[in-house]
């Protein structure tokens, strides 16, 4: 089993590297610290990526994991919030979606089945802060890539899943959580804390390798019910 995995480096992206490693899997990683280098803000990124890859892989990988992403705020009044906009749009949703169709292009060409996972977030159905209107809005193109691949390609054995944490304690997070107020914010936490990203990797590596068929196109909320559905 060969995956290849973006965002690795570090926060849940290391955790799910770790997971998937201790399961057995051969797990291709994306990130300057972690496996093959690809700047997502570069059109030309992410098809780098992919075949350096599939390279390492000699030629087939089984399934693609979508985490790498950007959390960078863009309050309204800013000159450059469109820029914003546009990098966030691309790093997030343009570059997993360039991801997933050369992973369906790939099985199918092989003729063999394959599995996609995309972590996504609670701010796809919730929303988020007046300042993140483009991160929302990536991560709900992705619950809705997600589901539009599952009901296209779930004849030809291709799935797909998401997963949408809420506040994960990542180093971004931290931060996030600070600036907003930290514990106003837990106790909009039933549970009382954020998650770690080792849960994270739990639903991730489940998806990626044990999940069965008749799951797919669905999104696994991890977030304290912080918001259920």
Known sequence: MTILLTGSSRGIGAAIHAA????????????????????FSDPAGP????????????????????????????????????????????????????????????????????????IASRAAYRGDSPAHWHYAASKAGMVAMTKTIARGYAREGILAFAVCPGFTMTGMAEDYLSSRG??????????????APEEIAAAAKFLA????????????????????R
């Open 47 to 118: 098809t780098a990526l992919w075949n350096a890859a599939l390279e390492q892989a000699g030629g087939a990988i089984d399934v693609l994991i979508n985490n790498a992403g950007v959390f960078e705020a863009a309050p309204l009044a800013d000159d450059d919030w469109t820029a914003q906009w546009e990098r966030t749009m691309r790093i997030n949703l343009t570059a997993s979606a360039e991801l997933c169709r050369l992973a369906v292009l790939h099985w199918q060409a092989r003729g063999v089945g394959g599995r996609i996972v995309n």
């Open 182 to 195: 930290g514990d106003a914010l837990l106790a909009d936490i039933p549970l009382g804390r954020v998650a």
């Open 20 to 39: 998937l490693t201790d399961a057995g899997a051969s797990v291709i990683g994306h990130g300057t610290a972690s496996g093959i280098p690809a700047d």
């Open 209 to 228: 390798l044990e999940a069965p068929a008749s799951m797919t196109g669905s999104v696994i909320d991890v977030n304290g019910a912080s918001y259920v």
